[in-house]
């Protein structure tokens, strides 16, 4: 299995919501991120989380937090998001963080703020 | 990490080896060369990576220049289905503990 899953695949959500992003991996891997991309653009680095604790935060609002339950599992919980937060979540892990192996990759959850 | 420099944009015909290219003249002795490319609304999806030999899957070849500075992602017989963004990453591992980053990919488009 070298998928990465993440739910929902789409999400609206109002600015007053709460909401939680999903990924999942069980390849083993102990390092997982969190990217986003806004249309047109590369994907952006947001998080990073190794041996389930987080290693990189690229000075991203508190508006967003995520969370590593787990060595298989990464949440992004967002509240009292903005508009312009609207953009394509994604998720990808690793063996490690810092070796020289790749990255997988979900598909991402395509999120709305209204 | 070193910086990278790709075209925005290629034409490639189907059936005929795409070569991208990717500029990294800043690149350090222990970082690596990776390429991902992604499909309109997808995840992105990792290619090849190498460090200076060049290298080959069942994907693509890879072939860095002797200096390093420079690279070229060859798909050896395009379809349609190779259209999308292809990023070029200079990655060092343990210095950047995780931090792959994304510069703005060639936009390759295959034609029939």
């Known amino acids: 299995d070298t998928e990465v899953t993440q739910t929902p695949k789409h999400l609206v959500m109002g600015m007053t919501n709460k909401k939680s992003l999903k990924c999942e991996q069980h390849?083993?891997?102990?390092?997982m991120y969190w990217y986003k991309q806004k249309a047109k653009k590369p994907p952006e680095l947001m998080f990073v989380?190794?041996?389930?604790?987080?290693?990189i935060n690229e000075s991203v609002p508190s508006r967003f937090s995520p969370e590593c339950p787990n060595s298989s599992l990464l949440n992004l919980h967002l509240h009292a998001l903005q508009p312009e937060d609207s953009a394509l979540y994604l998720c990808?892990?690793?063996?490690?963080?810092?070796?020289?192996?790749?990255?997988?990759f979900g598909q991402g959850t395509r999120l709305t703020v209204v | 990490d070193a910086k990278t420099t790709q075209p925005p944009s290629m034409d490639c015909a189907e059936g005929r080896a795409a070569n991208l290219p990717c500029n990294h003249s800043?690149?350090?002795?222990?970082?690596?060369v990776y390429w991902y490319r992604q499909i309109h609304s997808q995840g992105p999806q990792y290619i090849i990576h190498?460090?200076?030999n060049n290298e080959t899957n069942e994907m693509a070849s890879l072939i860095i220049t002797e200096d390093r500075k420079s690279s070229t992602l060859i798909l050896p017989h395009a379809t349609l289905r190779d259209t999308a963004v292809y990023y070029c990453?200079?990655?060092?591992?343990?210095?950047?503990?995780?931090?792959?980053?994304f510069g703005q990919g060639t936009i390759l488009t295959v034609h029939p």
């Open positions: 990808a892990s690793s063996q490690e963080a810092g070796t020289n192996t790749e990255a997988f």
């Open positions: 390849m083993g891997h102990r390092a």
């Open positions: 989380y190794s041996y389930e604790k987080l290693s």
């Open positions: 800043t690149i350090s002795g222990n970082e690596y």
């Open positions: 190498g460090l200076k």
């Open positions: 990453i200079v990655f060092a591992g343990g210095t950047s503990y995780g931090k792959l980053t």
